[in-house]
Structures are given as structure tokens and as C-alpha cells.
């Protein structure tokens, strides 16, 4: 699927979404990773080395330690809910329900839902979970995709679907589109059509963390821009098209992540933080104009310039930071000048993050040039 044939979809079907799915596709769901602790080794687990059987937590892509900080984060990216993930949340339930409370208590309608598998399922957990008003629970029955297709461990995952459904109101699957497993699909959408309220099928991933153990078993790259496995979307696709029942079925590509909500969170963050001389992206990135000084007095100087013209900016260490756009046009002034600074410049493109990631840098001046200072009268 290309982008143009995903929002067509999106337009016909955005109804039918689960909420989470709905404020996820809208950019407005916090990125709660609770923890990296895991019971279950699935092969194609696409966590990286800092998150996965580690016990950490991230907010979005900021590590932290406090609800304060989640709180924050939420605030920063206009969040109007929060999807808790691994790892597996209900192993740290208490840690779980300690942040959904808060983040329930600080935000006005704030939609919740979580990521687990049916192993960790029991009533003390939903009591729990219940109590701090999740709103959506997605259950991921990983035997059926590490060891093949059980019924008996399908009816297990029933019956803890069931058992969610007394406590907590939107209850579904989400499984990965593992190619050639249509067959094992479908009996499972069957098996729990008019138990859970959907099925979730996202297209399998590749991570460098995974690579080897898809490459193992035949899987590979579907193309040289996406991270996307080859085979994993026809799957999928068959899935929607075969399945006969009740139960709503949605499909979610790599593409709609990366281009979709990926971006639309960036661009809310990006309102947020963005100070007043960065220019955000239409992909929700940050760009500044960034010009480096090796003589403090020369750095003084040009701040003062910039104080004088009304140019807001700021100062790190030795460097000053304003519009992109101004500081092409400084430096073309410069240089009709022949104004006496020594200084390095370019145009720096990064995420809105709290990370401040770099992804390109475009030089305006790659070498220190001594302007020749102007003969005065």
C-alpha cells in the first residue's frame, strides 16, 4: 500500500478504529514503554539493545524515571491519551497503574489502552487496571507465531479475552502479519469473532536486533526504503479479504507508521518546543541556522548585530543559533560587505525530540572565512 491508497483507506474506515488506533494515526498518543522485561523471546521482537529485557522506561523516544517526566512529555507532544507498551506492562503492574493514574489524573479524557500477552492475564491485574480506568486492552497470543497454531492455546486466549471483557471496555488482538500464515490467521480471527471487539495486523519489521532470526527463516527486506518484511503485507491483505465474519479486522503498515503518525506527533511536538527563530518541517522536523565562532569578541559582536536588527537567536558555548533563512541571507550580506568576522555556518535539520537527533546538516560556510575588513574613512 502505497500512502495515497493507506489515507483512502483510512478515510472509509477511521470510524471502525479503536480509539487507540484512532489518536495513534492522529499523532495524539503518548508512547508510554513501561518496561523492556519480557517473558516470552519472540524471533521477531524488533526492540533494540537499549530497551529490550531491560528495565527501563521511555516516554515517546525520552528516557525517564518519573510520572513528573511523562506528564511533561504528554504536555510537550499535545497527547490525548497514552498506549503503555514493552517489554510486557502487567510485569511491573504496579509501576503500570502508578502512571496511568497520573496520567488520567492530569488530562481530562485521556484515553488509555495496553499491549500484553494472555500469559499475564489474570483478575488481580484487571482489578488493577480496572481501577485505573484503562480504557483498551490488546492482547498478543505470541505462541501461535513462535510454535505454530494450538486450539487449545486458542482457547485459552478466549477465554482470557472473555475474562477482560469484565473488566475493562474495548478488549482486541494484535498480532504481526508473519508471511504465509494466512491459514493460522484466519482460524484465529474466526476463533475469536464475537469475543474480542477487533484484530490488529501490523506488517512484520525488520530491526537490526531481529534481522538475523527473520533472515534465519527465509524473511527479507521487501525494498531498499522501508523496514518492512516482503510477503508480510499480501498476508495481511489476504487476511481482510478472505475473513467471512463479524469481527472488524484493520491493517497496519510500516509506511503508515513512519509517514502518518510518526510525522503527525513530530509536528505536534514540534509546535510545542520549537523556539521562536526554528522553522518546522511539513514532516514535523526542526530547522536552525547555526554559525560557529572561534573568537569569543567576534561572537559578541555579531550578537550584538543581531541585537540591533530586531533577530532573535541564542547562544551556546560558540555558537549562535537563529532562523535558517536569515542566516543565508546575513551571510550573502556579508560577503557583499566583505564584513571582518571568521566564523563556520550551516543549517542544521533534527527532530523535535528530547534527544535533539541530527538527521542532516547543510553547510552555508564549510571553511572559516576571514572577510577582508572594509578600509574605513
Known amino acids: 500500500m502505497n500512502i495515497e491508497e493507506i489515507e483512502k483507506y483510512l478515510e472509509e474506515n477511521f470510524d471502525k478504529l479503536p480509539e487507540g488506533c484512532r489518536q495513534c494515526v492522529k499523532g495524539e498518543k503518548l508512547v508510554l514503554f513501561i518496561t523492556g522485561i519480557c517473558n516470552n523471546n519472540c524471533y521477531y521482537c524488533p526492540l533494540s539493545k537499549k530497551r529490550k529485557n531491560k528495565d527501563v ?8 524515571t518519573t510520572v513528573e517526566e511523562a506528564v511533561e512529555e504528554a504536555k510537550l507532544c499535545s497527547s490525548r491519551g497514552v498506549g503503555i507498551t514493552g517489554g510486557n506492562p502487567l510485569l511491573k503492574i504496579n509501576r ?28 488481580e491485574n484487571l482489578k488493577l487496571l480496572k481501577e485505573a480506568d484503562l480504557d483498551e486492552i490488546r492482547l498478543h497470543p505470541t505462541k501461535i507465531f513462535n510454535e505454530g497454531y494450538d486450539e487449545q492455546y486458542v482457547k485459552e ?16 488482538v494484535e498480532i504481526p502479519a508473519i508471511p504465509k500464515m494466512e491459514n493460522e490467521i484466519l482460524k484465529l480471527a474466526e476463533a475469536i469473532d464475537g469475543v ?9 519489521e525488520f530491526s537490526e536486533e531481529n ?54 506527533r513530530l509536528i505536534n511536538r514540534a509546535k510545542n518546543v520549537a523556539k521562536p527563530y526554528e522553522v ?4 514535523g522536523l526542526l530547522l536552525r541556522g547555526i554559525m ?35 542566516l543565508e541571507d546575513i551571510i550573502e550580506e556579508m560577503k557583499k560587505q566583505n564584513f571582518p568576522i571568521t566564523f563556520s555556518a550551516y543549517i542544521s535539520e533534527l527532530y ?9 546538516r547543510i553547510p552555508l560556510i564549510t571553511k572559516k572565512i576571514r572577510f577582508r575588513r572594509r578600509r574605513r574613512k
Open 157 to 172: 486466549l478466549c477465554d482470557k479475552l472473555n475474562l477482560c471483557r469484565k473488566y475493562i471496555p474495548h478488549v482486541g
Open 57 to 64: 522506561i521511555y516516554a515517546n523516544e525520552r528516557l525517564i
Open 196 to 204: 474480542a471487539e477487533f484484530m490488529n495486523i501490523n506488517e512484520l
Open 280 to 283: 518546522i518541517t511539513e514532516d
Open 96 to 123: 503500570t497503574v502508578k502512571f496511568l493514574k497520573a496520567l488520567k489524573k492530569e488530562f481530562d479524557d485521556f484515553h488509555a489502552h495496553l499491549y500484553t500477552t494472555p500469559e499475564t492475564i489474570n483478575r
Open 211 to 264: 534481522y538475523n532470526e527473520l533472515e534465519k527463516r527465509g524473511f527479507l527486506p521487501k525494498d531498499d526504503i522501508s523496514n518492512a518484511i516482503a510477503g508480510s503485507e499480501e498476508t495481511a491483505l489476504k487476511v481482510m479479504k478472505e475473513f467471512k465474519g463479524d469481527l472488524f479486522i484493520n491493517y497496519c503498515p510500516s509506511i503508515l507508521k513512519d509517514a502518518i503518525q510518526m510525522r503527525n
Open 352 to 360: 523535535p525530540t528530547s534527544d535533539h537527533l541530527e538527521v542532516e
Open 292 to 326: 560557529i565562532f572561534e573568537n569569543e569578541d567576534e561572537l559578541k559582536e555579531m550578537a550584538e548585530i543581531l541585537n540591533e536588527n530586531g533577530i532573535e537567536f541564542d547562544i551556546f558555548d560558540n555558537q549562535i543559533f537563529l532562523n535558517p533563512f536569515i
